[in-house]
Structure formats: structure tokens, C-alpha cells
């Protein structure tokens, strides 16, 4: 994949939401952007070395973010329909270019992105919530309820049912170290899942069995996938908005529920549990427990779910 190939821009219909320095920016051709970003990413390592070579995020004017690392274009392609198709905060993506990183001792190159973006509003939930009181926590998590509920709605313009904001496979780190494939509809995904469960099957079906016919017919939704504490920004006591969109796309309804990460968090444990009131653990641990067998656990590891308490 070349960088010219795979470039983004904010579609035409969305030109608007561009500050005036961003479409003066874009005119520039892209070898020049991608310079000019690698630049600042080299002498941002000379200031601070050291650093691992995961993705990052630099504020390179006001109000405007650099990102860098594996980054999918998945993520711009998010903030895209989430501007196209509802009216929730979120950030601007201006310009996405990837690129290979080459690395050191003959390994092969890694292909990496660079993702420029306006800042988002507020700061993240785990660096205020020790500031917040209690009836501040039960609001943010009923406007995130709405935030959900308008965003579920977002329509998928695809030939898949099941497939991430761009059309294409998924990032879902709770059931592969790989991309999730694509999928016709949700009864696709769990046939998928059986199969990896392989001879587990038997020992799995009755506790998935009953969640995957009662979802197995219903319509995906459009998720983020990964609501946690670093992800909900608060501004002045309320929800300002999401980030991190690189785990979004059309999944079943349970997704969002189940791969959310209140992990030392209780306040967005609550919020997460208040803006998804259908919320199901029993559901949330089978599934779990699925994903961990799929990856090859034995489910002799697993507790029930009447003895676990891991939730």
C-alpha cells in the first residue's frame, strides 16, 4: 500500500468543518505532508528519547494533533460518518497518510500511519473523574446513553454487515491478535466463532449457544469498541465526546458492552453501565470466556459465571 494510494481527506461534503489552515495545508502534495510529518516526529524523538515506537500522539499547533503508529483508516473514516450522520462531538480528521517504518537488524518494515486531526474538547475521564462527584458520574453516563443511542444509528454503506468503519476487516483485540474478517451478518461472526473454538465446542455450546440465537438475527450497530476511561472525555462535568475510533464498525449490539474496559475505573464502570442499560454480564462472561477459548484457553480455566468475580 503506497501512501499516495491510501491518502485521506475530508470528503467534500464535510469541507466546511476544515479550519482554513487545514485546507491550506491539504493543497500541499502529499510527499512534502509526509515529510514535513516525519520531521517533526524524528526531532520530537531527539527531545524524547527513549520512547517505544507504539502509537503516539503530539499536539503540533493549537487545537491541532498529530498521531502516529499503526494506525487503520479505519479511525479518519469514523470521525467521518460520525460528523456525516449525527450531530455527537467528535474530532476532525484532516489528513491520513500511511507509510512503512523500516527497522533495525534486517526485520521486516512495519506499515504505520500518520493521522492529523483537531484536538478533541475536554480532557480524559481518568485524568478528572478523581474530581468529580458522584451525580456528575450518573449524568455523564446517561448522555452517554443518547451519545450511544444516535450513534448505533449511523447506516452502513458496505457489502458487509459485520466490518469496520471503512469497509474492511476490524480491530478486535479480544478475539484475535490479528484483524477480525468481515462477515455477512452477526450469525456469520458466531459460526466463525464456533469454528475457532474447535473441539472446545462441546464444552462451550450450552453457556453460548443461548447469546448467539438470541442475537443471531438482529441487525449490527454502529460501535466503538472500546469505551474506557482514556477514551470518554469530560468537559466542565459533562460528556464531550469520544476518541480512539480505530476499534469502530458495524457489530453485533452486545459489542460495545463487551469490550468496554472500566479495568481500576469505577466511575466508568458505572457510566458504561448506565449508558448501556440492556447491559447482560452473564452475556458479557460467556462471551468473554468465548474469546478466550477461540484464542486457544482451555475453559477448565474459566470459572462460571455464578462463581466468578472478576465483573
Not at 158 to 167: D, M, N
Not at 179 to 190: A, G
Not at 206 to 218: A, E, G, T, W
Request: hydrophobic share 40%; with cysteine.
Amino acid at each position: 500500500m503506497t501512501a499516495a494510494s491510501a491518502t485521506f481527506r475530508p470528503p467534500s461534503d464535510l469541507w466546511r468543518d476544515v479550519p482554513l489552515l487545514g485546507r491550506l495545508w491539504l493543497a500541499v502534495p502529499t510527499r512534502l505532508r509526509l515529510g514535513l510529518y516525519r520531521f517533526i516526529w524524528w526531532a520530537a524523538d531527539k527531545l524524547y528519547p527513549g520512547r517505544h515506537r507504539t502509537t503516539r500522539v503530539r499536539r503540533i499547533l493549537p487545537g491541532i494533533y498529530l498521531k502516529h503508529g499503526q494506525i487503520k483508516a479505519s479511525e479518519p473514516h469514523a470521525m467521518v460518518l460520525l460528523r456525516r450522520h449525527t450531530k455527537l462531538y467528535s474530532s476532525i480528521a484532516l489528513d491520513y497518510i500511511p507509510h512503512e517504518l523500516l527497522m533495525p537488524f534486517d526485520d521486516p518494515p512495519v506499515e504505520v500511519a500518520f493521522l492529523l486531526m483537531t484536538a478533541a474538547r475536554g480532557k480524559r475521564l481518568m485524568d478528572v473523574e478523581h474530581t468529580m462527584e458522584p451525580e456528575q458520574i450518573t449524568a455523564i453516563g446517561l448522555q452517554l446513553r443518547d451519545y450511544l443511542t444516535e450513534m448505533h444509528k449511523i447506516p452502513n454503506p458496505y457489502k458487509y454487515g459485520l466490518c469496520s468503519p471503512a469497509g474492511a476487516e476490524l480491530d478486535a483485540p479480544l478475539f484475535t491478535d490479528y484483524d477480525l474478517p468481515t462477515f455477512e451478518d452477526i450469525r456469520s461472526f458466531h459460526a466463525w466463532l464456533r469454528q475457532r473454538m474447535g473441539r472446545n465446542w462441546p464444552v462451550m455450546q450450552p453457556r453460548v449457544q443461548p447469546i448467539f440465537s438470541k442475537y443471531d438475527d438482529q441487525q449490527p450497530v454502529f460501535s466503538h469498541g472500546d469505551l474506557s476511561a482514556d477514551n470518554i472525555m469530560v468537559h466542565n462535568g459533562r460528556l464531550s465526546g469520544l476518541i480512539d475510533w480505530e476499534t469502530a464498525g458495524w457489530m453485533p449490539p452486545y459489542w460495545d458492552y463487551l469490550c468496554a474496559r472500566w479495568d481500576r475505573s469505577p466511575a466508568c464502570k458505572t457510566i458504561v453501565r448506565l449508558a448501556i442499560p440492556e447491559h447482560n454480564d452473564r452475556e458479557l462472561y460467556e462471551l468473554t470466556v468465548a474469546a478466550g477459548v477461540s484464542q486457544g484457553y482451555d475453559p477448565a480455566n474459566f470459572n462460571s459465571f455464578e462463581t466468578t468475580d472478576i465483573l
